[in-house]
């Protein structure tokens, strides 16, 4: 890990921070570089291994900087004990939310294949029922909890017939008469079971446009 600088005396401490009030660019750079050993050290507590992350080293120096242009001594406290807190918060807020990304799912992911090997989106299907996802959603995280929604509101069986209707996951694309006589099943209720499954996602979808 890199050596960083001894932080400052109490005495210093006091010093620097009337100079960085009153406006001196200078002061508050010490500051900042006299207390990175105090990021890497709260850093390295959120790190998988033993070698601390540039990013992390990144998230928290910002978090420091936080603390550093809103310390006020007048409380009493140190700036260490201080700066501690706004650099562990800005870590764990930029951990969640990598955290909420990696779940996410983009409604231009991929789903599947249809059986001439093409990609295809839950974005295409949804288009193919008359919906229109794009002029209907004014942001991106809407688009992706649709996506989402495919696994979270439908049931295993409702996955598997639209997965076999529109030919996803390499699937052979049939029609509701050849999946009724697979599933043994009348083709209307394939067809219920079809239209419920869109209109569930549909519902989903709205509402979280709202």
């Known amino acids: 890990m890199e050596a960083f600088k001894e932080p400052l005396t109490k005495e210093e401490e006091e010093f ?16 900042i570089e006299r207390n990175l050993r105090l990021v890497a050290h709260i850093a390295k507590k959120y790190s998988k291994g033993e070698c601390v ?3 992390l080293l990144s998230v928290g120096t910002i978090g420091l900087i936080k603390a550093v242009n809103s310390f006020d001594n007048s409380k009493g406290i140190r700036l260490g004990t201080y700066a501690s807190k706004c650099i562990e918060n800005e870590i764990l807020m930029n951990l969640r939310s990598e955290k909420k990304k990696q779940k996410e799912v983009s409604l231009y992911e991929p789903i599947g294949t249809d059986k001439e090997g093409n990609v295809v989106y839950l974005l295409e299907i949804i288009e193919c029922e008359g919906i229109d996802v794009v002029a209907a959603c004014d942001t991106e995280d809407k688009m992706k909890w649709l996506a989402n929604s495919f696994f979270r509101v439908l049931t295993k069986r409702e996955q598997d017939i639209l997965i076999r209707r529109y030919g996803l996951n390499g699937e052979d694309e049939v029609t509701q008469r050849e999946l009724a006589k697979e599933l043994s099943i009348s083709r209307s209720y394939v067809s219920r079971i079809e239209k419920k499954a869109l209109e569930k996602l549909k519902e989903d979808f709205l509402k979280a446009c709202k």
Request: proline letters at 5%; aromatic letters at 6%.
């Open 16 to 31: 620097f921070v009337l100079k960085h009030r009153a406006g001196e660019p200078q002061a508050k750079d010490i500051l």
């Open 53 to 55: 992350s540039e990013d």
